[in-house]
């Protein structure tokens, strides 16, 4: 497995996991805090990128919304996505989680 295929499956997992603890759902600025809280120090760009292949997978739903011009995401999960955040489903292009302990 490349390096890159590690950190972009680990960055889905931050997302997924992210989401189900803010409540279910967050906007992409929350949700790229989150992932450089996890050291993923990544632009907005690929977090919406991120977002994009998480909600064709069916994992997240997005709405799109535009403030003052300028058009962002909230994004909120899925029964499916908190199945792979929790571990009971796997999804390639996603890290497996650890077992919690």
């Avoid at 929350?30 to 760009?45: A, E, F």
């Avoid at 908190?82 to 390639?92: C, H, K, N, S, T």
Wanted: net charge negative; glycine share 6%.
């Amino acid at each position: 497995m490349m390096r890159q295929d590690i950190f972009t499956k680990d960055q889905r997992l931050v997302i997924l996991r992210s989401l189900e603890e803010c409540g279910y759902d967050a906007n992409e600025s929350i949700l790229n805090d989150c992932l450089d809280m996890y050291g993923h120090d990544i632009s907005r760009d690929l977090v919406r990128n991120h977002l994009l292949w998480l909600e064709e997978q069916g994992l997240i739903t997005l709405a799109r919304l535009n403030n003052n011009g300028k058009d962002f995401f909230v994004a909120t999960i899925t029964q499916r996505g908190l199945d792979v955040a929790q571990g009971r489903v796997f999804v390639d292009g996603v890290k497996k989680p650890s077992p919690k302990i």
